[in-house]
């Protein structure tokens, strides 16, 4: 059974920082590109960042600068540092991995809010 049980959300004034972090478990984690999408209330949900099995990371515009995705193969783990926030991350956080369309697993979601 495949579990991605994401953590670290929470509401943080702006300019302030939270670090998410995605727990797998029934994937070989290794072989899959994990990644971090938002959706934001009457949004569609959008990629935040990407990272390969190999390393290789992708960010979307907005968050360039002020986000890192990281992943910890030996603890089955994907995080997102994310300083500098702002209003405009308010959404829910969900983590993603990926290796073909068959193998396309979500997690439930955590919310982030940044406001003063």
């Known amino acids: 059974q495949v579990q991605l049980v994401e953590s670290g959300g929470g509401s943080v004034q702006p300019g302030g920082s939270l670090r998410l972090s995605c727990a797998a478990s029934?994937?070989?984690?290794?072989?899959?590109?994990m990644g971090w999408y938002r959706q934001a209330p009457g949004k569609q949900r959008e990629l935040v960042a990407v990272?390969?099995?190999?390393?290789?990371?992708n960010y979307a515009d907005s968050v360039k600068g002020r986000f890192t995705i990281s992943r910890d193969n030996a603890k089955n783990t994907l995080y997102l540092q994310m300083n500098s926030l702002k209003p405009e991350d308010t959404a829910v956080y969900y983590c993603?991995?990926?290796?073909?369309?068959?193998?396309?697993?979500w997690g439930q979601g955590t919310q982030v809010t940044v406001s003063s």
């Open positions: 993603n991995a990926y290796w073909t369309m068959a193998r396309d697993y």
């Open positions: 990272i390969s099995g190999g390393g290789s990371v």
């Open positions: 029934g994937i070989l984690f290794n072989f899959y590109a």
